[in-house]
């Protein structure tokens, strides 16, 4: 079994979609049965290897959720499938696809066996610009900016979802006065996601007032679309919970949503932009 990766250019700019390609090959001599490339755990993961003295060296672009199902491959026979990416950070880049994990499947493939693809170089330039996140509520704009050198995985499905309109209309459905607010969840209920879940990218940033931070369960790998602003430090989260991001502009808004119990479900994401300034 051979694996290929392609990608449509070899540089894109900031917030262009990358799509990537990715084949699989039965070289053997018998027909297989195999998942179909997509971008899920048991499928396909993308591997991004950056320059060695980077704060983050490597990133894993991953979901964890089942597949669409399996092709059978007759000897010689090939199976591809288009993996749509943001390209969330802006440096030079390494990628190529891990396939099918076997035995002890960890998120981070950790002592897993898996099939790696042709290794391809990308740079996405950003010509002095950044990644952010506008959210309009009614108690006015919140702006956020992403930390993809640390939470790749995490700023990929954020950005994704936003621009797939995902997030508009959702409620901050809890808000802890002193703590977090947090908002995601389509049901309202505090259960409901994406669809998919995503490792944990746990790193060394404090939760300060204003930082991005992802709910989970007590999973630490159960990270879905719900997120929580800080509104005062949160060191206990330190470790355990993916900081992605920070408010940089409309903190006053996160504070008025945050100043009571009684405001959760009462303030709504009414529209979430993804722009780059």
Do not use: W
């Not at 490339?37 to 991004?48: A, F, K, N, R």
């Not at 499938?81 to 943001?86: A, D, M, N, T, W």
């Not at 940033?205 to 602003?229: E, W």
């Amino acid at each position: 079994m051979s694996v290929n990766i392609k990608a449509d250019k070899d540089t894109y700019q900031l917030g262009d979609t990358m799509r990537l390609t990715v084949t699989v090959t039965n070289e053997g001599a018998v027909p297989v049965e195999v998942p179909k490339p997509e971008l899920c755990l048991h499928s396909v993961s993308i591997h991004v290897t950056r320059r060695p003295d980077a704060p983050t060296p490597e990133s894993y672009i991953t979901r964890i959720k089942g597949g669409s199902g399996n092709a059978k491959l007759k000897p010689g026979d090939s199976v591809s499938g288009v993996i749509e990416l943001p390209a969330v950070d802006p440096h030079g880049q390494l990628i190529e696809a891990y396939y099918r994990p076997t035995g002890n499947i960890h998120p981070y493939f950790e002592g897993t066996d898996v099939e790696v693809s042709n290794r391809i170089p990308v740079k996405v330039h950003a010509g002095g610009k950044k990644l952010y996140a506008k959210i309009d509520t009614e108690a006015g704009e919140i702006k956020l900016e992403f930390f993809a050198d640390r939470a790749m995985n995490h700023v990929a499905s954020f950005v994704e979802l936003a621009r797939k309109g995902y997030y508009d209309g959702i409620k901050y459905h809890r808000v802890v006065p002193g703590f977090v607010i947090q908002g995601g969840d389509p049901t309202g209920t505090g259960g409901g996601g994406p669809g998919y879940k995503l490792p944990a990218e746990f790193n060394e940033i404090h939760h300060d007032p204003g930082m991005l931070s992802m709910a989970r369960t007590s999973d630490p790998h159960s990270a879905g679309s719900q997120y929580f602003l800080c509104t005062a430090d949160c060191g206990g989260l330190d470790n355990e919970y993916t900081v992605f991001g920070k408010v940089v502009d409309g903190m006053g808004a996160v504070m008025q949503i945050g100043e009571s119990e009684s405001n959760a479900g009462k303030f709504h994401m009414r529209k979430v932009e993804i722009v780059v300034e």
